[in-house]
């Protein structure tokens, strides 16, 4: 996949500040997988540090963020920082007052799955 390659160089000189050559491996190593092949044959990169695997490299980049101490998704609003996605929309529900989750027991409404959590079993 070409289009994802290009994404993983553009990231590493950003981290990096060196140039393309020198980034490619200093990608290799930061990311620090294997490539193994699975029972179908499907090429599919495992990551180092933990049982994950992919068939995307792409996919690999973005797991292995969570591995590392960057946090690229920023709150728009206090400028918190998040390693993923899905914890900058859980936080940013704290600021839009969005409240998705509710409990199922009294139909109070949460913005965080571990506040509802929290809230049903001291509560109920
Ligand atoms: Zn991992
Ligand atoms: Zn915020
Ligand atoms: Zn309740």
Redesign the pocket.
């Known amino acids: 996949m070409p289009s994802g390659v290009i994404n993983l160089q553009r990231q590493c000189r950003i981290d990096s500040q060196v140039s393309l050559t020198e980034t490619a491996t200093v990608c290799e190593e930061e990311y620090n997988f294997s490539v193994k092949l699975n029972q179908h044959g499907l090429k599919m990169y495992c990551c180092a540090n933990c049982n994950y695997s992919t068939p995307y490299k792409s996919s690999l980049k973005t797991h292995a963020v969570t591995h590392r101490n960057v946090r690229p998704f920023e709150?728009s609003?206090?400028h918190?920082q998040f390693k993923l996605r899905e914890g900058l929309k859980s936080?940013?529900r704290?600021?839009s007052g969005e409240k998705p989750y509710k409990c199922k027991i009294c139909g109070e409404t949460f913005a965080q799955h571990a506040a509802m959590k929290y809230h049903f079993n001291k509560s109920h």
């Open positions: 709150c609003v206090c918190k936080h940013f704290l600021h």
